[in-house]
């Protein structure tokens, strides 16, 4: 069992940038690839950025590609996601997940965080 905590959500300008954290319980965090996605109000839950559990491979939703980098340390059980150029469109739940494959597909990660919610004021 892996339980996963977001934080660094809140309010942010446009144009600017945070930085969302998630940090796992489970030693075994290294073996796991890690995505982060997220839901606005009355969409679906979409992708936006995955990273392999070397740290080596990484993939972006084109709507965040240049803006966002997802990067992990295996040390300390984390996940991160810098955001910068921030847009009001990309206020929502984020939500970071942990699964065997790294997949643009939220359907086969196994564990999930109860989200941080990031909005961004125009």
């Known amino acids: 069992q892996v339980q996963l905590v977001e934080s660094g959500g809140g309010l942010g300008q446009a144009g600017g940038s945070l930085r969302l954290s998630c940090a796992a319980s489970?030693?075994?965090?290294?073996?796991?690839?890690m995505g982060w996605f997220r839901q606005a109000p009355g969409k679906e839950r979409e992708f936006v950025a995955r990273?392999?559990?070397?740290?080596?491979?990484?993939y972006y939703a084109d709507s965040v590609k240049g803006r966002f980098t997802i990067s992990r340390d295996n040390a300390k059980n984390t996940v991160y996601l810098r955001m910068n150029s921030l847009k009001p469109e990309d206020t929502a739940v984020y939500y970071c997940?942990?699964?065997?494959?790294?997949?643009?597909?939220?359907?086969?990660?196994?564990?999930w965080g109860q989200g941080t919610q990031v909005t961004v004021a125009s």
């Open positions: 489970a030693g075994t965090f290294s073996s796991y690839a």
């Open positions: 997940a942990a699964g065997r494959v790294a997949t643009n597909n939220p359907r086969p990660y196994d564990y």
């Open positions: 990273i392999g559990w070397s740290g080596i491979t990484t």
